[in-house]
């Protein structure tokens, strides 16, 4: 995935989805925060869309997320090498 297709909001995986139904996610700008599609593993159609983290540098190469667990700040770092653009079936 290039950085261009990150910022424009296209759906993708982590290294590909490991089973039918695997979450996807996609970046939303004007929230500047990483989206979360729950999926149904009958036919991958969204079920929940909801937040997953924030986004608060993007580079040339990759993003850093970060959100909260149990009053614990945990970081990401992610490259856009990583990130598989998520296909859906007609």
């Known amino acids: 995935m290039t950085k ?13 989805p490991s089973y ?16 979360r599609q729950s999926r149904s593993s009958i036919n991958e159609r969204i079920v929940m869309n909801e ?12 993003f850093e997320g970060f ?10 770092r992610y490259k856009f090498s990583d990130l598989v653009e998520f296909k859906e079936e007609a």
């Open 51 to 62: 937040y997953e983290c924030n986004i608060p540098k993007v580079t040339k190469s990759g």
């Open 20 to 35: 039918k139904g695997a979450s996807t996610y996609s970046y939303n700008e004007s929230a500047g925060c990483m989206m």
């Open 4 to 16: 261009e297709q990150f910022l424009n909001g296209t759906i993708f995986t982590i290294g590909g």
């Open 67 to 76: 959100t909260y667990v149990m009053k614990k700040k945990v970081v990401v």
